[in-house]
């Protein structure tokens, strides 16, 4: 089974908002050797009770399956998504990258925001803070680029995701 | 007498006092504890009650695999009550063995006041952190309000589903503290629900293949055992339907009559040739209750390679974990036996012709791979299981063991004809087991003959259990298969570690019968084969808890046997065979 290609998938996963769940998701993961790629967590209901935990991980499909199962057996689990499976579905995540410097590349630093639509959310007369959002490929590019102008520290949220079309998960 | 607080329920009581009431409305008869400066409270309540039985140990490791024993003799809930810090973290070998064998357990663990948690207080651990990967679940209740709540969807989730661990940890602040407390009614879990029923056309798939097969097996585990007795009723009609031989895994022997004829033995790496073998060339093989653990599938590339499989199994989590299966059944095997037998007699099926399939397995049972020979003074273990057997068979006893090779020899020379007559640690391997297990089978069922099979090395890891039989006038007989090593390390260090016995000696034993009677039980001597009967009868004879050292060969192997990460097929025999040195990989596997 190890030796099949691995995949990535992104997981939406419906939990009891109380103590120690990420924990167990977390504490799951690493028991039993899975990958875990990002993995975003919030608080999502009117009454505080269901969080939503958007984790991206890879593995062989017979993993990725080992995985829901595992996630779909803990207790505060509500429900398990795989959207990669799912099917059309939109991932996003924001980072804020700050960048110093001053002259040409501050100036090329603002236009290359410009292209990717990333705004400055601070600003001092030697560093940004942009705040770039998109798909992962689309905030690892920004930040590549960003090196070349200064780039000094990245925070990032990972993904987020939602299925696309009028259903909930 | 009544309770102290039954006059006053619907006003407030302590959070001590809901944790008994809410044990007792649990119908608990039983607990094992260990009391502590973090549980005095409960301990307080207990004190003020007759109801419950609390049985005081003297370990707290020893406490859990008590109520393991308990449970697993019993099908009731065991329920443990330990203080935080130490008592807790000795509790956790045995939470991990009850959640690797799927018991049913609540753990109530005392806890540092709330005020306290965080600030490395006497006697605080991270409980709920400690046991998070170790139960099927736990809770920190900060709030009394919540406790009795608690307690209640506890119970139901250590017994419901696949059956597990369920640890609760009280801070004392929250003992004392009162709030109301009314017993629920039925549970119902707004994200927990097992599946009980299996998908029926799953089902009447899993039958068509069952009555087409020409070489079907059915390899059944503990499952059967976790599913109540009805279970195994109906495995031995679901094997009667369909002429299937049936082999068990270690932790299902019992739901399938030893004797009968259809029964092929345990299987895996101790099992029979034929067993193995049988797995090894079906059509079709249909797993019930059982995990194809690692001790039973042998290399997975070469694990049964012509065969379908069917797999019905509680936890979805079990399907293709290491196997991969064609049919996949979620549901309590029990459920889905009754409804394969319904579709199978309702369709009119006949098992399929299995003449040729039943002479190949007469062939590979006429390779007799339990057979031994005893001669000369030195006594096998494996004669002094098989008397101990016959001259106990009769009384339908429980037995339990400790882990190694003793524990393989039970496996192999006891038979069990009754579920919930064989205790043992089988996913975890926990030596020291047996004792307490036995303990606690004892009390489920005080007139039962109850035998901890064990081996000298893991007695002594819960030899202070001597004194908790004592205590409680429990008749629990221990018998010792001696043979001054740890025998299955020796086993596996002659095999794999050119006979370099690293540390596997066991030197300095103390005198067993000198120990028994120093806490009070009787103590006896097997020298060898001429006085094997005498001893057991002289055991069986004596009406309270008695201590039998038997002196067995020192260098006795366990066979047969799959050595790691070889196949089926690959089976030794007996030490006659040859064993080639194994390689590195084959060395790296446990």
């Avoid at chain 1, 000094?152 to 990972?158: D, H, L, Q």
């Avoid at chain 2, 709540?149 to 940890?169: C, K, N, Q, T, W």
């Avoid at chain 2, 199994?313 to 064609?326: L, P």
């Avoid at chain 2, 196949?567 to 040859?578: G, K, Y």
């Amino acid at each position: 089974m190890k030796h099949l290609p691995s995949e990535r998938h992104t997981l939406s996963i419906l939990v009891d908002n109380e103590a120690g769940v990420l924990a167990r998701i977390v504490g799951l993961f690493s028991a039993r050797g899975y990958n875990i790629e990002s993995l975003t967590v919030a608080d999502v209901s009117d009454n505080h009770e269901v969080s939503r935990i958007t984790l991206v991980t890879s593995g062989p499909p017979p993993v990725i399956d080992q995985i829901m199962a595992q996630l779909e057996r803990l207790v505060p689990v509500h429900k398990v998504v795989d959207l990669t499976d799912w099917g059309p579905h939109v991932e996003r995540e924001m980072a804020l990258v700050k960048v110093a410097g001053v002259g040409d590349k501050r100036v090329e630093a603002l236009r290359l925001a410009d292209i990717f639509r990333a705004r400055p959310v601070d600003t001092s007369t030697a560093s940004f803070v942009f705040e770039v959002s998109g798909s992962t490929e689309k905030v690892n590019q920004f930040i590549a680029l960003m090196r070349e102008v200064g780039l000094v520290e990245v925070a990032r949220t990972g993904v987020v995701a939602i299925a696309r079309g009028a259903e909930a998960v | 007498m009544a309770l102290r607080w039954d006059n006053i329920m619907g006003s407030e009581i302590t959070g001590a006092e809901i944790t008994v009431q809410s044990l007792i409305d649990l119908g608990v008869e039983v607990i094992f504890g260990y009391p502590g400066g973090a549980v005095l409270p409960i301990y307080d309540a207990l004190f003020q009650q007759n109801r419950i039985k609390h049985i005081l140990v003297r370990h707290e490791q020893a406490a859990v695999h008590a109520a393991e024993g308990y449970a697993r003799a019993s099908g009731k809930v065991g329920v443990v009550l330990v203080t935080s810090g130490p008592g807790a973290t000795n509790a956790v070998t045995g939470i991990t063995d009850a959640l690797m064998d799927s018991v049913p357990l609540v753990v109530l663990t005392g806890q540092v006041p709330t005020h306290l948690i965080g600030t490395d207080a006497f006697q605080e651990c991270d409980t709920v952190g400690i046991t998070r990967h170790c139960s099927k679940h736990n809770y920190l209740v900060k709030d009394t309000a919540r406790l009795g709540p608690v307690l209640h969807e506890a119970f139901y989730i250590a017994r419901s589903g696949r059956p597990g661990p369920v640890v609760i940890d009280i801070p004392k602040d929250v003992q004392i503290m009162k709030a109301r407390y009314e017993k629920p009614g039925a549970i119902t879990h707004k994200t927990y629900k097992p599946q009980v029923k299996g998908d029926l056309a799953a089902i009447e798939a899993a039958v068509d293949m069952l009555a087409a097969a020409e070489r079907p097996i059915l390899y059944t585990g503990g499952g059967i055992i976790n599913s109540g007795p009805v279970a195994s009723q109906l495995l031995r009609e679901l094997a009667k339907a369909t002429g299937a031989p049936v082999t068990s895994t270690l932790m299902g022997l019992g739901c399938f009559p030893a004797e009968h004829p259809q029964f092929l033995g345990m299987l895996g790496m101790h099992g029979s040739y034929e067993a193995n073998m049988a797995m090894n060339k079906c059509d079709l093989m249909v797993c019930l209750g059982a995990r194809f653990d690692d001790r039973v599938t042998g290399r997975l590339d070469a694990f049964s390679p012509g065969s379908r499989k069917i797999h019905v199994d509680i936890d979805r989590s079990s399907f293709n974990k290491t196997v991969r299966v064609d049919l996949a059944i979620q549901g309590d095997v029990g459920s889905v036996m009754e409804d394969m037998l319904k579709v199978w007699r309702a369709r009119g099926h006949r098992a399929a012709d299995q003449k040729a399939w039943w002479g190949q397995i007469k062939s590979w049972r006429a390779r007799d791979s339990f057979g031994f020979e005893q001669k000369g003074d030195s006594l096998l273990p494996q004669k002094a299981i098989q008397r101990l057997y016959e001259m106990t068979k009769a009384k339908k006893p429980i037995i339990s063991t400790e882990v190694g090779q003793h524990q393989m020899w039970a496996a192999q020379h006891f038979g069990f004809h009754e579920p919930n007559k064989w205790l043992t640690s089988g996913g975890l391997g926990t030596m020291g087991y047996g004792l307490p297990a036995a303990i606690g089978a004892q009390l489920a069922y005080p007139g039962a003959l109850v035998i901890d099979i064990a081996g000298e090395a893991s007695i002594q890891m819960n030899i202070q259990e001597l004194g908790t039989a004592v205590q409680y006038r429990l008749p629990v007989k221990i018998f010792i298969i001696n043979n001054e090593y740890m025998g299955m390390v020796r086993q596996w260090q002659e095999l794999n570690h050119g006979s370099r016995y690293s540390e596997s000696y066991s030197d300095s034993l103390p005198d067993f019968v000198k120990l028994a009677e120093a806490y009070g039980w009787k103590g006896i001597v097997i020298e060898g084969p001429h006085d094997l009967d005498a001893g057991i009868q002289a055991m069986l004879d004596h009406p309270g808890p008695v201590v039998v050292d038997c002196r067995v060969s020192k260098l006795a192997n366990c066979f047969p046997m799959i050595p790691s990460g070889a196949a089926h097929t690959d089976m030794i025999l007996s030490a006659a065979d040859e064993v080639g040195p194994a390689d590195d990989d084959a060395k790296a596997l446990v």
